[in-house]
């Protein structure tokens, strides 16, 4: 099982970026994927879920109507669309996976199998 995050980078204050989770080695469409996010001294904050096979979890107030997460079958890859970007979203960016029903989403961060190695995205005032 590989997850592979990319799309990080540096950007301005009000700009946008997409990060992409790139799954192998496992059905895709048989596992949840989750984003999630950690700033240095902070723990790992969830920010999205989802299910190949049809829906999504709901985002935490830090970054509703923001950040928005979708899932693209053929390429087995979950993205993160991140709009209106502010400095306090500055963090590494990882992507997480485990099998399963999306009722699963609601788990705690250790309990996901697989971890992706994480991306940087740095957003400058």
């Known amino acids: 099982v590989q997850l592979v995050e990319s799309g990080g980078g540096l950007v301005q204050s009000g700009g946008s970026l997409r990060l992409s989770c790139a799954a192998s080695g496992f059905v895709f469409q048989d596992y949840i994927i989750a984003w999630f996010r950690q700033a240095p001294g902070t723990e790992r904050e969830s920010l999205s879920c989802?299910?190949?096979?049809?829906?999504?979890?709901d985002y935490p107030d830090s970054v509703k109507g923001r950040f928005t997460i979708s899932s693209d079958n053929a390429k087995s890859t979950v993205y993160l669309e991140m709009n209106s970007l502010k400095p306090e979203d500055t963090a590494v960016y990882y992507c997480a996976a485990e099998y399963g029903h999306i009722s699963l989403c609601s788990q705690p961060a250790d309990e996901y199998d697989y971890w992706g190695q994480g991306t940087q995205v740095t957003v400058s005032s």
């Open positions: 989802i299910h190949s096979r049809g829906g999504s979890t």
